[in-house]
């Protein structure tokens, strides 16, 4: 008989670091990024100045109303837009076992960006319990892309996968294109007015603050009711038959994760748009270091997606100021060629 | 002694075409029985049926006294084990996170793993002989290993009963011959196995019992040996005057086969007029 080794603790054995210090050093890394990111902008502020304005908002005169105005509102908005593409990266790409899946590539960022700009067209003034009509025809927009998507990826068996982003593709490109008429239309009617075509480029606003501490609390309670799913997610890699067979409830899995998805995504295009690959490129970096497992990623990721959108959103308004490019176009130049790089490697492991 | 898995009067169709009908079968505890028959005759789909994954569409399974569809379905998973032809993983899960998911029945809402549920996947990996594989990227295995860890898996959920579908398929005789004697092994810890198993000689020399589906809605079982007869098996798998002769003679069987291999197509003609069509058949 051999004698058998003490039990290690299986997911962090290994070199694969802890969970709760990967969290922990993530977290305060967003928290620095976003005090410095605050600070940064045509009227500089030194990290001192954005603590004291925090700490003492009535005592920080001109500093505190750029502050609390404009530059905190703008930060949040960007860590907010981005932890929500990237949690829901993380929760699609379990779902269609494919590290290509990806709100954007999958056509939900332009169903939310649809369902928002069609509301804003047609009920500009409606409202419910402070969620403006826009955010609510947004989710329903992407939990419609959703549902078209995964059922034409479904049907086709073998070549899901391709199936799948080209089905994206082409569904993205028409609500892409029904946007664009909107805010043609928009504009002739408002000269003047931008607020779609900030969102068909992906540019993170300025939110009022109502908005940012209500999407700041849904998405925290999104993220984790999204958790005991990521554990799911983890058996489903295995596939349908095996996840069903070891009593987990596949379909109900299933649906709770795209209406989780469709709600990040449409909070997170509410505040910036069309910003692609986000939840493609961070979810990819994460499970290098951390591995795949869906629990960890989740949160992780979460953190992570706020960090680089942040710091990719100062990017966009300051390094050509005075003018600002959209963070989108950003995140294409970035996020692009990874997809590249992913849709090789993956045809390469076949 | 009732036995502990019974099909009574099981018909199952896929569409317009009938699968099953009226199937009868038995299964006692302890037993390691082979699931013999032809491709598409249903072998896997009557393993799916008993995991639950699959409704009869009349009669009922019967699963140590209570019909199937009655089971809870986590009881179900912590008592049948089913062990899939093949197993993809995506992303780079490790072997040990992934025989880890066999305890996901065990495991209470919030699905983290106990010390016992470690010590049990432990066990399981020691079991199939992976545990020096337990780091390794699931996606970079042999195919002998993924069965192995596929095998883990099972073991994990410490089941009453494993359903096995062709688990020697693909793998070379030195393979072959450690998945049947793990199965073996299983067994004799009290493990009823039953597994559906295509190389009939495997069939022969390894399992007690044998249950042979033909494409006549009935299905036979016997002894392996009984039903390696000529005739059972020129009718369940349709060619008539075969030489199956070989299987009903235990102690030559391997030699029989190689003589009759050797005279009927030489060496040189398979490599040079087949040899395309052979490279295609083994992708």
């Given at each position: 008989m051999t004698t058998v080794a003490p039990p290690q603790q299986l997911v962090t054995s290994s070199s694969r670091p802890r969970t709760a210090l990967t969290l922990v050093i993530l977290g305060v890394t967003l928290a620095l990024v976003l005090v410095v990111s605050a600070g940064v902008g045509a009227v500089r502020l030194s990290l001192s100045e954005v603590l004291r304005a925090i700490l003492h908002p009535g005592e920080a005169g001109d500093a505190g109303v750029i502050l609390f105005s404009l530059r905190l509102p703008r930060v949040l908005a960007a860590a907010l837009a981005g932890a929500g593409l990237s949690a829901t990266g993380v929760l699609f790409q379990g779902l269609f076992r494919n590290p290509l899946a990806d709100p954007f590539v999958l056509g939900a960022s332009g169903g939310a960006a649809l369902g928002g700009a069609a509301a804003m067209f047609v009920f500009p003034t409606l409202s419910v319990a402070g969620v403006g009509a826009s955010a609510m025809f947004a989710f329903a927009g992407a939990l419609l892309t959703m549902a078209?998507?995964?059922?034409?990826?479904?049907?086709?068996?073998?070549?899901?996968?391709?199936?799948?982003?080209?089905?994206?593709?082409?569904?993205?490109?028409?609500?892409?294109?029904?946007?664009?008429?909107f805010e043609l239309v928009h504009e002739a009617a408002n000269p003047g007015a931008r607020i779609l075509a900030v969102w068909l480029y992906g540019q993170i606003?300025?939110?009022?603050?109502?908005?940012?501490?209500?999407?700041?609390?849904?998405?925290?309670?999104?993220?984790?009711?999204?958790?005991?799913?990521?554990?799911?997610?983890?058996?489903?890699?295995?596939?349908?038959?095996?996840?069903?067979?070891?009593?987990?409830?596949?379909?109900?899995?299933?649906?709770?994760?795209?209406?989780?998805?469709?709600?990040?995504?449409?909070?997170?295009?509410?505040?910036?748009?069309?910003?692609?690959?986000?939840?493609?490129?961070?979810?990819?970096?994460?499970r290098l270091m951390l591995g795949p497992d869906h629990f960890r990623l989740l949160p992780a990721a979460a953190l992570g997606g706020a960090i680089f959108l942040v710091l990719a959103d100062t990017a966009a308004r300051t390094v050509f100021a005075p003018l600002e490019i959209p963070v989108g176009i950003l995140t294409a130049f970035l996020g692009g060629p990874a997809f590249l790089y992913l849709l090789h490697h993956k045809r390469k492991a076949r | 002694m009732a036995p502990f898995l019974e099909f009574r009067d099981v018909s199952f169709a896929r569409g317009a075409r009938a699968i099953f009908e009226r199937l009868s079968l038995s299964l006692h505890a302890g037993e390691r029985v082979a699931l013999l028959g032809p491709n598409g005759v249903g072998k896997s789909t009557l393993l799916a049926m008993i995991a639950g994954l699959l409704r009869p569409?009349?009669?009922?399974?019967?699963?140590?006294?209570?019909?199937?569809?009655?089971?809870?379905?986590?009881?179900?998973?912590?008592?049948?084990?089913?062990?899939?032809?093949?197993?993809?993983?995506?992303?780079?899960?490790?072997?040990?996170?992934?025989?880890?998911?066999?305890?996901?029945?065990?495991?209470?809402?919030?699905?983290?793993?106990?010390?016992?549920?470690?010590?049990?996947?432990?066990?399981?990996?020691?079991?199939?002989?992976?545990?020096?594989?337990?780091?390794?990227?699931?996606?970079?295995?042999?195919?002998?290993?993924?069965?192995?860890?596929?095998?883990?898996?099972?073991?994990?959920?410490?089941?009453?009963?494993?359903?096995?579908?062709?688990?020697?398929?693909?793998?070379?005789?030195?393979?072959?011959?450690?998945?049947?004697?793990?199965?073996?092994?299983?067994?004799?810890?009290?493990?009823?196995?039953?597994?559906?198993?295509?190389?009939?000689?495997?069939?022969?020399?390894?399992?007690?019992r044998g249950i042979l589906l033909t494409s006549e809605p009935t299905c036979i079982s016997g002894s392996v040996a009984e039903l390696l007869t000529p005739e059972l098996l020129a009718r369940a798998f349709g060619v008539d005057g075969a030489n199956f002769g070989r299987f009903s003679e235990p102690a030559t069987a391997l030699q029989h086969a190689a003589v009759h291999q050797g005279t009927a197509q030489p060496h040189r003609r398979v490599r040079g007029r087949h040899g395309r069509k052979i490279n295609r058949d083994l992708r």
């Open positions: 078209i998507v995964w059922s034409l990826a479904r049907r086709s068996g073998q070549h899901g996968i391709e199936n799948m982003l080209l089905a994206g593709f082409a569904i993205g490109t028409m609500l892409n294109a029904a946007t664009s008429a606003g300025v939110p009022p603050w109502n908005q940012v501490s209500l999407i700041t609390v849904v998405m925290i309670v999104a993220i984790v009711a999204a958790l005991p799913l990521a554990r799911r997610l983890n058996t489903m890699a295995l596939g349908d038959e095996y996840a069903a067979q070891l009593g987990v409830a596949v379909n109900r899995v299933r649906v709770q994760t795209v209406i989780v998805g469709a709600l990040l995504t449409a909070l997170a295009v509410s505040l910036g748009g069309l910003i692609g690959f986000v939840g493609l490129l961070v979810p990819h970096v994460l | 569409g009349s009669g009922t399974i019967v699963l140590n006294g209570l019909d199937v569809r009655h089971w809870n379905r986590r009881d179900l998973s912590r008592t049948v084990a089913l062990v899939p032809q093949t197993l993809e993983v995506p992303f780079s899960f490790r072997v040990e996170e992934i025989v880890a998911q066999g305890r996901v029945p065990h495991l209470g809402r919030f699905g983290s793993l106990s010390a016992r549920d470690l010590e049990v996947v432990e066990r399981a990996m020691e079991a199939v002989d992976v545990l020096q594989l337990r780091n390794r990227v699931y996606q970079e295995l042999s195919g002998g290993e993924r069965q192995r860890v596929k095998i883990a898996i099972a073991m994990a959920q410490e089941p009453t009963l494993m359903l096995l579908d062709e688990p020697t398929q693909h793998l070379d005789i030195g393979r072959q011959i450690e998945i049947v004697g793990l199965l073996r092994r299983l067994n004799e810890r009290g493990i009823t196995v039953l597994a559906a198993v295509h190389d009939l000689t495997i069939a022969r020399d390894n399992f007690e």
